[in-house]
């Protein structure tokens, strides 16, 4: 039997993704525009990166993509900032 090994480079940048939305939604109904590039430069990582992220936190239900606006659940986007912060 094999165990995958889990991804934690990439944990870390979800985490990273996820504090960044967090912070750009605020209590208001105002869009607001942040490109993947923008949050790839914020967190210090790559677009792949970020792409990759993103992925993940929508498979997950933390995010819907759709039309080039995000939508987010805020529980669950934190969940995934705090589980990221656990591992270092």
Known sequence: ???L???YSLVHAKGMVAK???EHTG???ERRQLAQRD??????TDWETVHKSLKSL?????????????FINK?????????AQSIG
Do not use: K, S
């Open 1 to 3: 039997m094999t165990f």
């Open 5 to 7: 090994e889990p991804n």
């Open 20 to 22: 960044v939305l967090l």
């Open 27 to 29: 209590n208001t109904t």
């Open 39 to 44: 949050i790839a430069t914020l967190t210090g």
């Open 58 to 70: 929508q498979d997950e239900g933390a995010i819907r993509i759709e039309r080039h606006r995000i």
């Open 75 to 83: 529980d669950l986007l934190r969940q995934a900032e705090l589980f």
